[in-house]
């Protein structure tokens, strides 16, 4: 069975940059294991997020929620806003149950609109998805300005970066460490 990889990039926009980076990692993975692969936005999720229950959230922001927790593993990316994830990304996130993601792999990948911000990915997305207990994979991706162009990364050590954050979910795919430790009830409970 193919794994089923979700995507979620928190651009509000397209063209856009952190769009083109998660779809990067995604087709670096299928390179290396099949994959079931949806890609999501904030543009896929619409307008009238802003509400404050789950309930409440339109149908297409709803079914992202949905994928993102049923998922087998998530690559996510969000631009850099006032030097950390954007206020809509983590919005949507927040809807996700804190039991949903114990144990899954997920590669973290950010973009900015320089090289200052590059560490958003280890002292935003990382500690985000840490409480959930999800199984961040050690590279982490972060793209500046020039980095990405024409809808293309332009740069050999994102793009080793991409290939190395793959090649690192694959082998958690393998391992099925997801399924291992998606049970731990106790630790969701303690939340
Ligand atoms: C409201 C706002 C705040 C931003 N703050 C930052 C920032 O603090 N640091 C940074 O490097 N880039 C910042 N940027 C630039 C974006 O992070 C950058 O252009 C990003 O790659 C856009 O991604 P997208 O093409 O997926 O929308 C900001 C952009 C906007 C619109």
């Known amino acids: 069975m193919p794994a089923r990889i979700v995507a979620f990039s ?14 990067a990692v995604a087709a670096e993975l299928s390179r290396l294991r099949p994959i079931d692969l949806k890609v ?4 896929d999720a ?18 992202i929620v949905e994928a993102i927790e049923s998922a087998d593993a998530l690559i996510v990316g ?25 144990g899954k792999p997920v590669v973290l990948t950010a973009t900015g609109g320089g090289p200052r911000h590059a560490l958003v990915v280890e002292h935003s997305l990382r500690p985000l998805f840490g409480f959930f207990s999800a199984q961040a994979v050690p590279t982490a991706v972060y793209a500046g300005d020039t980095e990405i162009a024409e809808g293309r990364i332009a740069d050999p050590i994102v793009r080793a970066r991409v290939a190395q954050a793959a ?18 009830a106790p630790l969701a409970a303690a939340r």
């Open 10 to 23: 928190g651009n509000t926009h397209r063209p856009s940059r952190t769009r083109t980076l998660v779809e």
């Open 40 to 43: 999501y936005d904030l543009v």
């Open 46 to 63: 619409g307008t009238g997020i802003a509400v404050a229950g789950r309930s409440a959230l339109p149908l297409p922001a709803a079914r």
């Open 78 to 102: 969000s631009p850099v806003y006032k030097g950390s994830y954007a206020g809509l990304f983590k919005h949507l996130i927040d809807f996700v149950a804190p039991e949903a993601l114990i």
């Open 167 to 184: 090649a690192e979910l694959a082998r958690l795919l393998d391992i099925g460490q997801g399924d291992a430790v998606s049970t731990s």
